[in-house]
């Protein structure tokens, strides 16, 4: 109880940094004392947002040889995403009786992109000043930073839905085919949406034209 009460007194700016080292815990006592922040969850997500387009941009062209920061793309490589896998999670789970909120989902799903977002802000900056033979430590860090952060998402989602290891895994497994099939599905609303614009408008110069 000593350690819940440290939580609640902690600042909730703070909670992210605390849950990236502690992931059990910090979820579990955030959830206990619904400590969950809409805006943090936001600026986590923005910031994951500009940090893709940091390295999109700043990145030595030897470890990014695009060179180019196409906003819309990175958008939906980044917010799109997040909101694919939180709503595809929090259908399944509500399948599976999972315990945790949408809010819940999406602060668990931000928390833990932080130890991916700082390393490759460090990557980025140093990227400009260390060699291409030096640079597969960068991409090393990266590698770790990214089993961190599925580490931190996976101790999250169990704690939040209270389901053991296994059916975290399998729910996780199920979130990643709920994405497939709502990226189907928008993939599929956009060809049509498009095909349907391009008759209507053919139409438009026909009746027009006349």
């Known amino acids: 109880m000593s350690k819940f009460m440290a939580f609640d007194k902690m600042s909730p700016y703070a909670y992210p940094f605390y849950i990236m080292f ?24 923005v910031l994951w947002l500009f940090t893709e387009l940091f ?12 060179q180019e920061a196409d906003f819309l793309i990175t958008f939906l490589a980044t917010v799109g995403v997040f909101f694919v896998v939180t709503i595809s999670n929090w259908c399944f789970c509500t399948l599976m009786d999972g315990k945790g909120s949408y809010k819940e989902i999406c602060a668990v799903c931000a928390y833990s992109l932080l130890p991916y977002i700082f390393v490759r802000i460090l990557t980025t900056l140093l990227s400009r000043v260390m060699t291409l033979d030096e640079g597969i430590l960068l991409n090393y860090s990266v590698t770790l930073s990214l089993v961190w952060s599925f580490l931190v998402l996976f101790a999250g989602l169990g704690e939040i839905h209270e389901y053991s290891e296994g059916k975290t895994a399998g729910s996780l497994v199920l979130a ?13 609303l956009a060809t049509v949406f498009r095909q349907l614009g391009v008759f209507l408008w053919t139409v438009f110069l026909e009746l027009t034209t006349r």
């Open 22 to 45: 502690h992931p059990r815990d910090g979820f579990q006592e955030m959830k206990y004392y619904k400590k969950t922040s809409n805006l943090i969850t936001g600026a986590i997500v």
């Open 55 to 66: 390295y999109r941009s700043f990145a030595d062209f030897d470890f990014n040889m695009k």
């Open 176 to 188: 990643v085919l709920g994405m497939l099939i709502i990226l189907f599905i928008l993939l599929l």
